[in-house]
């Protein structure tokens, strides 16, 4: 099915039912994948500068307990413009390790982007940048390579799941790893809500572009009418589920029309469609998660605050 095809059909179904929704798998076209990159910049939005941390002050001793001895893949699900990544692949450069790097991501141009510029910085590495969604992706490697792997999934995007489907993706990623190999996931911790709750609405209004583009890309692909000034971006995050959840408010009472579908989508107004969660866990509840999907914890990696974790996993 291609992309456009599957919000077509997302859009069909999340706006005729109650509650209305929206996934957030969409969010990334060019210029949601944009001011994706800006948020990760923003004061508020601490998890990149924490896992920067993380990786930056304990990269050694996360590649120790990986082992890169013998040759490796290091495989990068959901790459982006691997801020983060780039420091582990300058330690294993200077290491002189043998591997090579599959940034992996569903946006076609900040990957062309990526590859570009590591065959600058590394020209000797080998690099296969892979635009698939993530299962495509690992197959295909499973095909094409016998070597071990070390997988990358970053940045909390396993938050953007529910605990229900992360466990769903995690037993899915488990069945396409071998023995040897090893998972490395990035999860934002649970913390002061407030401290949360801001990084999901910070004050240059940029995640609110962010929630926003999401209708501005129905307009453009789907040929709709979303007046962007009559939806606004709210967020709230539960410290009793962990869940945060951004949703776009309806201001008025309004029709739109979905060319693409020859369907008119009514709103009533303060009505409220839910385009995206973004779990926190505890580390209890990372260690039952991993228990639940037969994946054994090897190592935990926090930030001096312990707000965010990488957990190293085995099959
Ligand atoms: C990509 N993902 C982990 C981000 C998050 O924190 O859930 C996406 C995001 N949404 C709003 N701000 C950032």
Known sequence: MSDEASLAQNVAQGLSQIPKTLSSRFFYDAKGSQLFQQIMALPEYYLTELEYQIFKKQRKEILYAFGTQAPFQLIDLGAGDAYKTKLLLQELVDQEAHFSFIPLDISQEPLHQLVEELGHL?????????????????????????????????????GNFSPVEAEGFLLKLRSSLAPQDRLLIGIDLRKDPRKIRLAYDDSAGVTAAFNLNLLARINHELQADFDLDQFEHFAEYNPISGTMRSYLVSRQNQEVHVKALNRTFHFEAWEAIHTENSHKYSLREIQEMAKRCHLAIDDVFTDASHGFADVLLRP
């Open 122 to 158: 590394y020209p000797h590495l080998p690099v296969t940048g892979l635009a698939a969604d993530y299962f495509q992706g690992l197959h295909w490697l499973n095909e094409h390579s016998k070597d071990r792997k070390l997988v990358l999934f970053l940045g909390s995007n396993i």
